[in-house]
């Protein structure tokens, strides 16, 4: 069995001169990372820590009637899955809740358990983030 590859080389080139020019100028690639960032701030909420966070007490779930954990005024939820909280530097990318809760809430409190509204992700999600970063670098968009 033989196999051939025909590549047309001027197709080729340009394609590898696109991808060294969106790796030299990764600002675009940046934010499509602090896009995947946000939606899984997002998902953290929606899924309560990924199932992690511990459940309210009666008290507190009485005091917020029967709100959802670590949504009160919507805030740091709105903080951190906005994408106003991207901030894309020259080769860097943060997702930023500017909301005083967002550290104790990680660490707990005598009265509070901890609460990691930004937990590691695991890896089927930076997987995602891996292929979409992928996409962005040789195709130029998201998939």
Not at 60 to 81: E, F, I, S, Y
Not at 86 to 104: E, F, K, L, N, R
Not at 106 to 115: D, E, F, N
Request: no cysteine.
């Amino acid at each position: 069995m033989r196999l051939s590859i025909l590549v047309e080389e001027r197709r080729g080139s340009s394609i590898l001169g696109e991808v060294a020019y969106r790796l030299e100028n990764p600002r675009p690639l940046l934010q499509v990372l602090g896009e995947d960032l946000v939606a899984y701030e997002a998902e953290v909420f929606a899924t309560e820590g990924n199932g992690a966070w511990p459940a309210l007490s009666p008290a507190t779930l009485k005091a917020k009637n029967g709100g959802r954990v670590l949504v009160d005024t919507g805030r740091l939820l709105a903080g951190l899955t906005s994408n106003s909280a991207i901030d894309v530097g020259t080769d860097d990318v943060t997702v930023t809740a500017s909301h005083p809760a967002a550290g104790y809430l990680k660490r707990g409190t005598s009265k509070m358990p901890a609460r990691d509204p930004a937990p590691a992700p695991p890896a089927r999600v930076t997987g995602g983030w891996a292929r979409s970063l992928l996409s962005a670098l040789v195709e130029g968009h998201r998939r």
